[in-house]
């Protein structure tokens, strides 16, 4: 093994599966350290067989702000369980949500076009807005024919709509709101956003049109 001490250094997390083996774990990363090939900041280990958690990296951040991981069966109680509980307030509630989410989400995604260079909003809901919604895995976007009056902009595989299923109506509200709230901040116009298709009422996938609320 040769030194990398002229190297670049990378950071890693990794899972070691010693089932099996007559050395060690310590020892074999305690080998590998003194051959100048890693550094180890922290060794953990599972108080229980058979189970293992990352509790160093905490919190955990992204885009430099912190940020919490809900898998499905919590965001399910969030997006179902208000419905079910409220019903249409339930459903207005989870609108709301989504467009207040929408209007925080706008100072990121300006944040990150000001380090580029864009300032034109609808690049910036193209090119960063849009992408930035896949990412944080609510579906993934499409922005067709879009200006600053609205356009049509489709949505697959959404992470709210998968959840209503058997649905005879379109069942979006959350992502609704997030994208009408987007919209709103980033071209300083109110929009309405409907959704025409949905994957909850057997389309193959959830198309939004949104339009500026014209003052009277």
Known sequence: ?????????????VFLDTTGSA??????????EREGLIEIEKMITSP?????SDTFHFP???????????????YREMMVGLREWFGAGGEAFLYHVGFR??????????EAAGKLGIADPIQIYKYISAPMFQWAGF????VKDFDSDGGEILVYDSFECELGKGRVIPYSQFV????????????????NVTEESCIAKGDPVCRFIAKVIQKK
């Open 1 to 13: 093994m040769s030194s990398l001490e002229d190297a670049q250094y990378a950071r890693l997390f």
């Open 139 to 142: 579906g993934i976007p499409e």
């Open 23 to 32: 050395t060690p774990v310590d020892e074999v990363l305690r080998q590998y």
């Open 176 to 191: 609704r709101g997030i994208i009408a709230g987007v919209l709103s901040e980033l071209f300083g116009r109110a929009y």
């Open 48 to 52: 229980i067989e058979g189970f293992m």
């Open 60 to 74: 955990l951040t992204a885009a430099g702000v912190r940020s919490i991981i809900i898998r499905q069966p919590g």
């Open 101 to 110: 989410t929408g209007l925080a989400f706008v100072g990121l995604h300006r």
